[in-house]
């Protein structure tokens, strides 16, 4: 009647937009931008299936059931495509917000409570040791992939992501406690410092390009490795991401690295993020 919003009367856009909102002024303290931007896209996701499913704009949270998020899931995996890792994800970040209208008082019951979402597991790619071997010892004719395989085996024996060896430089190298060489950083996902000794292989890649790394798009980088594989012989998909799981599994796990440490070398959160991911490996190894 005087035309506010009620808390009864509140949408599931509307709480993704409280939620984006407040989220937003957390970049940098609490949020990176890459996270907030993920929440950004599943309002869009959400809003694409309300109308092609409802044909409404929006629906009320109050409204909202466990077929509601049934038929969320179904459109993800039908309309989307989208493969079971990324519909996980995708189902989280919808109960995210759930969660927020819950604990700012916008929803008194929770349309989750008995819709169990389906976690996918993934399988670890990774190089034995047999394989990073061979692709140590090839040369490329191209410049383009000798860099590439050089940044690889690079981030093979340092477990650099993406993000931490494009913006590597030699202030992040320094002299540590054992008078040994180690980079530190902070790593941009989870903003934990992170503490890397200089393995001798990564250092004679450090040492071909004066300490200043060659730099290209993540993109391009996946894109020659494709080609890498295929001329070496290693009938495996890599991607930048495999260079940080060989690094985990072959180079410290496989040389009895406790698990602890791996997880600290590779800042993560956590350990269970660390033994969700290799626990398995460490399973093959026994």
Same mark, same amino acid.
């Given at each position: ?5 009620? %808390? ?36 869009? %996701? ?36 989208? %493969? ?116 001798? %292989? ?85």
């Amino acid at each position: 009647f005087k035309g506010e919003d009620s %808390k009864e009367e509140i949408t599931i856009l509307g709480a993704y937009d409280l939620h984006n909102d407040k989220t937003k002024k957390l970049i940098g303290i609490d949020f990176n931008q890459l996270s907030w931007s993920r929440y950004v896209e599943s309002r869009r %996701k959400v809003a694409l299936f309300i109308t092609k499913f409802y044909k409404k704009k929006d629906i009320r949270l109050k409204d909202l059931d466990l077929k509601f998020i049934q038929d969320l899931e179904y459109f993800f995996k039908t309309e989307l495509n989208l %493969k079971q890792a990324t519909v996980y994800r995708s189902i989280q970040r919808v109960k995210k917000i759930i969660q927020f209208a819950i604990s700012e008082n916008y929803l008194k019951k929770d349309p989750f409570h008995l819709f169990k979402n389906k976690k996918y597991k993934t399988v670890i790619i990774y190089l034995t040791d047999e394989e990073l071997k061979i692709l140590e010892q090839h040369n490329f004719r191209q410049k383009r992939l000798q860099q590439v395989k050089d940044l690889f085996i690079f981030c093979c024996y340092t477990g650099l992501a993406y993000t931490e060896m494009s913006t590597l430089s030699t202030k992040n190298i320094e002299i540590g406690f054992d008078g040994n060489e180690w980079i530190q950083m902070i790593r941009k996902k989870t903003g934990r410092k992170i503490s890397i000794p200089i393995l001798p %292989k990564a250092r004679e890649v450090l040492d071909k390009y004066n300490d200043e790394l060659p730099t290209l798009s993540n993109q391009k980088f996946n894109s020659y490795l494709k080609e890498i594989s295929e001329l070496v012989g290693i009938n495996k998909k890599l991607t930048h991401h495999t260079a940080r799981k060989t690094f985990a599994t072959t180079v410290l796990l496989f040389n009895n690295v406790p698990m602890e440490i791996v997880s600290e070398l590779l800042g993560h959160s956590n350990m269970n993020v660390t033994q969700s991911h290799y626990g398995k490996v460490v399973q093959k190894k026994v």
